[in-house]
Nanobody, 119 residues
Framework: QVQLVESGGGLVQAGGSLRLSCAAS????????MGWYRQAPGKQRELVAQ???????NYADSVKGRFTISRDNAKSTVYLQMNNLKPEDTAVYYC?????????????WGQGTQVTVSS
């Protein structure tokens, strides 16, 4: 089992910045992927960004150039720096990790943190 504890989020005006953090604990695999998804009201949950143990990352087109994902492997923590926020970024942001164990990827989710961007 892996536990995820998120922090950050809140209310910010358009054009502002926020930083999300997510710390993982428990049975953490040597090879894993950590990332962030978001879900706006009435919409499906979507991938925002994710990063592998080796540092390779990918982003949703809608956040490229504005959001930066990073990780500290020693702390098992992933960060999402969100700049130039837009009202359409308003959503609940969920931390996610996929842990590779015995040839199988096992997903875990955080509780979610609200990000609200006012216009």
């Amino acid at each position: 089992q892996v536990q995820l504890v998120e922090s950050g989020g809140g209310l910010v005006q358009a054009g502002g910045s926020l930083r999300l953090s997510c710390a993982a604990s428990g049975s953490i695999s040597e090879i894993n992927i950590m990332g962030w998804y978001r879900q706006a009201p009435g919409k499906q949950r979507e991938l925002v960004a994710q990063i592998g143990t080796g540092g390779i990352s990918n982003y949703a087109d809608s956040v490229k150039g504005r959001f930066t994902i990073s990780r500290d492997n020693a702390k098992s923590t992933v960060y999402l720096q969100m700049n130039n926020l837009k009202p359409e970024d308003t959503a609940v942001y969920y931390c996610n990790t996929k842990q590779l164990a015995k040839g199988q990827w096992n997903p875990y989710w955080g509780q979610g943190t609200q990000v609200t961007v006012s216009s």
